[in-house]
Nanobody, 129 residues
Framework: EVQLQASGGGLVQAGGSLRLSCAAS????????IGWFRQAPGKEREEVSV??????????FYEESVQGRFTISRDNAKNTVYLQMNSLKSEDTAIYYC????????????????????WGQGTQVTVSS
């Protein structure tokens, strides 16, 4: 059974930090690109990834609003992807979902949600101002 378990969310003050984890099982993790997507309160989930990383960890993407504040990484030995979020802002408040893309090979990744095949359940991040 394919599973993606997102964790690490919580309530933090503006300027604070959180580290999200996405633990995967049930598929060959190191052949999948992983993306983080978010859904702000009262809005639909964003179609473009907040951040994503290639299967080999050598290529990554950051949406413009999080560049310089978020860092994505992966540990293929642990089947886990991390999203370190620093200097959090109130506009980062959202449910964060991780997803896996099986068509991304090697150094490739997709930033678009419809390219992703497996989704986790999401973890809530709340940033108070």
């Amino acid at each position: 059974e394919v599973q993606l378990q997102a964790s690490g969310g919580g309530l933090v003050q503006a300027g604070g930090s959180l580290r999200l984890s996405c633990a995967a099982s049930g598929f060959t993790f190191d052949t999948y690109a992983i993306g983080w997507f978010r859904q702000a309160p009262g809005k639909e989930r964003e179609e473009v990834s907040v951040s994503c990383i290639s299967s080999d960890g050598g290529s990554f993407f950051y949406e413009e609003s999080v560049q310089g504040r978020f860092t994505i990484s992966r540990d293929n030995a642990k089947n886990t992807v991390y999203l370190q979020m620093n200097s959090l802002k109130s506009e980062d408040t959202a449910i964060y979902y991780c997803a896996a893309d099986r068509t991304a090979v090697g150094g490739w990744y997709s930033t678009l949600d419809y390219e992703y095949d497996y989704w986790g359940q999401g973890t809530q991040v709340t940033v108070s101002s």
